[in-house]
């Protein structure tokens, strides 16, 4: 018998990542009373191998395979993925939301007075990313900084902790979001997983969760579900929404490593430089790895010979869009990895054999296929209307998984923007829509 709170609750967010931290910290601002569950820890961020892995490495909770044997992952902590993302603020691609009768261009342009998005100072750009940017722009390519959510007054050089989470505030997460809205009387369970969402006929009154081995009902007015492109479908699937999981994507990359020796470095920012392909269906970056990420990645394709030559690594990252296809169940994830996708990575590849080649590296070679981002699980127009509700009143979802198509960006700062969205929605504030006719 589950315990039922005696606490109502305005809103109750499920997940804490970008999309649930932002509804949840402007909802609170406004003086709506919001719990916040999470399935992770709130533990301080130390930066650590162990806890860097702990959030990453957990088989059937924040690491998944799928049937065609990609490794698809995320964070479970308070902050979500954004505590181990490498702060990339891509712009959203204004015109192609608009399609899906979605403006989001002032919520984007608020969440940039909030956080920071630059691109980063030449001097915390290190060696290796220097390298690889003048040998592409050498062969012509138009590599250039990406803006990045970094407190740059904050942020080191000579540093590898952001694959592992920031414990100097340098790069912004979903956390401080987080600490914001509880700060002004929001309140956050952690270790809190989410079951289900409670249903009364068409109408969604709170969610039952597992704390501290007890089941636990908390009820409020509206149920925003913020789990993550893997998450939100399985909660919405146990709450009667079986559809929710179908045909989504997940970015697929490789790395691309090659020995510079004359190069000593490998403790640097990520993702500092690069270029989207958007002709050729992917995104290329430079992307040094902390030394056990590589280790990692190298002794998985047999390299043994070059675990020890992690200071001497030029590493270039190629993510590729792909299709929607496949299907999320429970635990169970099946999606194709077509050819059409492996070709794109393998055409990147080629190109990043140029540069690295071109910038001195030798003895070239790429890591197995991985899945970064899980997204399109409870798209817009099928799962969720253009106000990210579902069929059953009170009860909406925030996060990469309601983008409704094939992606291949990072997707942060249009989460970012579509929870600003959503919470002036549930404010009953006036919301943006523009279609695609109309610009």
């Known amino acids: 018998m589950a315990e039922i709170l005696k606490e109502k609750f305005d809103a109750i ?19 709506k009373k919001v719990l916040m569950l999470e399935w992770g820890s709130n533990a301080p ?75 980063l100072k030449d001097e915390l750009i290190g060696p290796m990313a220097k390298r690889i940017a003048s ?4 062969l012509g390519y138009n590599w250039q900084k990406l803006n990045k959510f970094i407190y740059q007054d904050k942020c080191r050089t000579k540093c590898d902790k952001c694959d592992l989470g920031c414990p100097y505030q340098a790069k912004w997460n979903a956390r401080m979001f987080v600490k914001e809205a509880t700060d002004k009387g929001a309140t956050l369970l952690d270790l809190a997983k989410v079951n289900k969402v409670i249903m009364e006929g068409k109408r969604a009154t709170g969610v039952e969760f597992t704390r501290n081995g007890k089941k636990q009902i908390a009820q409020a007015n509206n149920v925003i579900v913020a789990a993550g492109g893997i998450g939100s479908p399985q909660v919405l699937q146990n709450s009667g929404i079986k559809n929710a999981g179908a045909r989504f994507f997940y970015d697929p990359l490789i790395a691309v490593f090659g020995t510079a020796k004359d190069i000593d470095g490998g403790t640097e920012m990520p993702m500092a430089m690069g270029q989207h392909m958007i002709d050729d269906g992917y995104l290329m970056t430079d992307m040094t790895l902390p030394w056990l990420i590589y280790d990692m990645f190298t002794a998985e394709v047999g390299r043994i010979d070059k675990l020890a030559q992690h200071r001497h690594q030029l590493t270039v990252m190629i993510k590729a869009k792909d299709t929607l296809g496949g299907k999320i169940t429970g635990n169970n994830i099946r999606k194709p990895f077509t050819k059409v996708e492996r070709g794109k ?27 970064s981002h899980p997204g399109g699980t409870c798209k817009i127009n099928d799962i969720v209307d253009s106000n990210l509700k579902t069929e059953y009143d009170n009860l909406y979802v925030c996060d990469c998984s309601v983008i409704p198509d094939e992606w291949g960006r990072p997707p942060v700062l249009s989460i970012l923007g579509l929870g600003k969205r959503l919470a002036k929605h549930l404010e009953g504030s006036k919301v943006e829509s523009r279609s695609a006719a109309s610009v």
């Open 13 to 31: 967010v499920v997940g804490t990542g970008p999309g649930g931290a932002t509804v949840a910290k402007d909802l609170t601002n406004n003086g």
């Open 45 to 119: 961020v130390k930066g650590s191998n162990a806890q860097g892995l702990g959030y990453i490495a957990m088989p059937f909770k924040s690491m998944y395979f799928t049937d065609g044997m990609l490794a698809l992952v995320r964070a479970i902590t308070v902050g979500g993925s954004s505590l181990v993302y490498y702060a990339t603020a891509y712009e959203p691609p204004y015109e192609w939301w608009d399609k899906y009768g979605i403006d989001i261009r002032n919520e984007v342009a608020e969440i940039k007075k909030e956080v920071p998005v630059a691109p």
């Open 135 to 138: 040998s592409a722009l050498d």
């Open 345 to 371: 990575l393998m055409h990147g590849y080629e190109r990043a054999k140029k540069i690295l080649t071109n910038a001195g590296a030798k003895d070239i070679f790429k890591t197995w296929w991985i899945a």
